[in-house]
């Protein structure tokens, strides 16, 4: 294609190898590679960027900042993107978010969903969601406190808008593997409960690029993969 494109040659191979070593981590974990899919998150990189991985074939892309989706959606508007949100969401984004995103992974309180589901009334739409569960210690960590998910699930039911399809997180940052595996084993646990209760929640979102491995032997259906593809952030 362009020379722009030839720029990124590096992404072909870092998304080629991400690829294989997702499918590498689905044979280990006995599971079918079709089973878990690969969310770009694009966030920091500009529209190059993402442009040369759509040319890979790649049209979902994860970020953490409504500002950046508002600021990338219009240059990249022929390329038919779906704009992922999974970044903590101030309830004062809710219109951008209603506007400009396909799907919100981060969603984490009832009065965000409140307000997400007036601003997708007034468009006209509707919108996946994943609800992000805190399963780490972490201060920094956003989530919802796992107890909470029943009565939260309960009161999704009444808004019309959101399409509940599972459940997110991210894992603590750890050395050992054990407590950042028991992240993920909480999520899939409370992702089993809630089946058992009539809940439909097929999607788990766990797993970046220092911990996808750990996530698929625990059930990962999606892994969030920014560095390993697009390189480091500044
Ligand atoms: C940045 C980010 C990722 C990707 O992180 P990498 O370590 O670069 O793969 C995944 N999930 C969330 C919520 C993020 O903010």
């Not at 790649?58 to 900042?65: I, V």
Request: aromatic share 4%.
């Amino acid at each position: 294609m362009s020379e722009t494109n030839d720029d990124f040659g590096y992404l072909r191979a870092n998304w080629t190898a991400v690829r294989e070593r997702v499918d590498a981590a689905c044979r280990d974990a006995g599971r079918a590679p079709a089973e878990v899919s690969i969310l770009p998150v694009s966030k920091t990189f500009g529209t190059d960027a993402i442009r040369a991985a759509v040319a890979l074939g790649l049209h979902r892309f994860g970020e953490n900042k409504v500002q950046e989706i508002r600021e990338k959606a219009g240059p990249l508007a022929d390329c038919g993107i779906e704009w992922v949100v999974i970044g903590h969401l101030q309830t004062n984004k809710a219109k951008d978010v209603a506007r400009l995103a396909s799907e919100v992974q981060s969603l984490d309180r009832l009065d965000l969903a409140e307000a997400l589901d007036r601003r997708l009334q007034a468009e006209g739409r509707a919108l996946e969601v994943l609800i992000q569960v805190k399963t780490s210690p972490e201060e920094s960590k956003h989530g919802l406190p796992p107890d909470e998910l029943p009565a939260f699930l309960a009161a999704l039911r009444n808004l019309d808008t959101l399409r509940v399809r599972g459940l997110m997180t991210m894992a603590v940052n750890a050395e050992d593997p054990a407590p950042v595996r028991a992240c993920f084993r909480l999520l899939r646990e409370l992702r089993d409960r809630m089946t058992a209760q009539g809940h439909d929640l097929p999607r788990l979102s766990m797993g970046m690029s220092g911990d996808f491995p750990l996530a698929i032997a625990e059930g990962a259906t999606e892994v969030r993969i920014g560095t390993a593809i697009f390189g480091r952030r500044a």
